[in-house]
């Protein structure tokens, strides 16, 4: 249904690897679980080395695995954990795929920390409804078309509520004065992407010297050690 955009390739990769993970009950680590869902998908497709969308989906997810976990011991507001969860994971995206997001577009988002603490619960609940909408509609097959529709129709309320309060929400921060700056780097992109890592790598660097990370972030266990 979402086509074969890399986002979609790689789950569907870690899918399959974290199922063999499971199977042979192996501790699987983040990192390595990864560089084997993008090798396999360069190895397949050499060419989308150079898509964007492959690279600022490998950065975000290189940012939840190795950044967020060592910003979050740091966030010590008096705020529910999730929120802090929150609060680490879009901090370590947007800096993990700020260097080519200037680079591509020349603009960065200075509202996407409250855009993502804002929006994901939405979006997380606006999943969850789509995938029970779906369900129920494969399961009323047997009822009259008409019924169907009725009772298709009042499950999917919640479908298109979650769906108008994010656009809503999307557009009200759009209109925030300053939410973004507009950066002109013409053909120094180059420049900003390499000296955009190395900041981010030093970041990581730090932060993991002053304190280790630890959490669920750290090693994903699927089943037993060996």
């Known amino acids: ?14 899918s399959l690897v974290l199922l063999c993970a499971e199977w042979s009950g192996r501790v699987s680590s983040p990192v ?13 497709d050499p060419k ?9 989906s490998f950065a975000g997810v290189s ?5 967020a976990p060592r910003i979050l011991p740091f966030i010590q507001l008096n705020i529910p954990v999730f929120i802090k ?11 993990a795929t700020a260097p080519l997001t200037i680079s591509a577009f020349g603009t960065f988002s200075i ?19 789509t995938a029970l909408w779906s369900v129920c509609a494969g399961a009323l097959f047997f009822l009259p078309q008409g019924v169907q529709s009725i009772i298709l129709f009042v499950l999917g309320l919640p479908v298109w509520s979650l769906s ?13 004065p300053f939410a973004s700056l507009s950066l002109v780097t ?5 420049v900003v992407v390499v000296a955009g890592y190395c900041m981010v790598g030093w970041i990581t660097w730090f932060l993991n010297r002053l304190q280790p990370a630890s959490g669920p972030h750290g090693i994903l266990n699927t089943r037993g050690t060996q």
Request: proline share 2%.
């Open 1 to 14: 249904l979402a086509g074969a955009v890399p986002s979609i390739v790689r789950a569907s990769i870690l």
């Open 111 to 129: 509202v996407s920390l409250a855009a993502n603490i804002l929006i994901l619960p939405f979006a997380s609940a606006l999943l969850i409804a």
């Open 85 to 95: 969860k929150l609060s680490a994971e879009s901090i370590a995206a947007t800096l």
């Open 186 to 190: 013409g053909s120094w992109g180059w």
């Open 48 to 56: 989308v080395a150079f898509q964007l969308s492959f690279q600022l």
């Open 63 to 67: 940012g939840l695995i190795l950044l």
């Open 164 to 176: 108008q309060t994010i656009l809503s929400l999307s557009d009200a921060l759009v209109w925030i």
């Open 32 to 44: 390595r679980l990864l560089l084997v869902t993008d090798a396999s998908m360069l190895v397949w």
